[in-house]
């Protein structure tokens, strides 16, 4: 009995050496990345995540501005286009910037009306808050660019938006007039 208590333990040993002699001779490649793959569900289904959505979820302008080249699907491509409002609307006291805030924000609203429909379904039955259009608002208003001012709040209007103001954009639209008829009047 003794001796199979003896055959246990030498193989038990034998075992465990070749372990740790394995664990320590594992050799990982460091030289290439580790490939990790996103995945974010898009209208309906699991999509591999674009450039678009990377550029996006990044915050990094440059990355974001060269990703609007690339063909996205429309719930990445709205959320690429109101990142980069958002950035420029904040510095847009800065010429370069103000004028990339007016581009995209026309370029955003332009494509809206192809965009809104697989937003709508992918959030739910309801648009978001979509600040494009507020931020633009008040660009434009800042500019003395009244009639297109009011106009996008008018467009906000009809896809059911609010800018999340107590009065919404009708209130809006009264204070840009309150504006206009003032620098009209001095």
């Not at 699907?73 to 103000?98: C, E, S, W």
């Not at 808050?129 to 709040?153: D, N, P, S």
């Amino acid at each position: 009995m003794e001796w199979i208590v003896l055959i246990i333990l030498i193989i038990g040993g034998i075992w465990y050496w070749q372990y740790r002699q394995g664990k320590n001779n594992r050799h990982v490649d460091t030289s290439l990345p580790p490939r990790s793959t996103t995945y974010v569900f898009r209208m309906g289904r699991s999509v591999e995540a674009d450039e678009s959505f990377h550029a996006w979820t990044s915050g990094d302008l440059a990355r974001m501005i060269s990703a609007t080249n690339q063909q996205t699907n429309p719930i990445d491509r709205h959320f690429l286009l109101m990142g980069i409002v958002n950035q420029t609307y904040k510095a847009r006291k800065k010429p370069d910037m103000g004028k990339l805030c007016a581009e995209i924000a026309e370029k955003h609203l332009a494509e809206f009306p192809n965009i809104a429909p697989a937003l709508k379904n992918d959030m739910g039955g309801e648009l978001p808050r979509v600040t494009t259009f507020q931020h633009y608002a008040t660009l434009l208003t800042e500019r003395g660019e009244y009639k297109r001012a009011i106009e996008v709040c008018e467009e906000a209007l009809r896809y059911g938006l609010h800018d999340n103001t107590k009065g919404g954009f009708e209130a809006r639209i009264d204070r840009i007039k309150r504006k206009q008829k003032k620098n009209d009047t001095a």
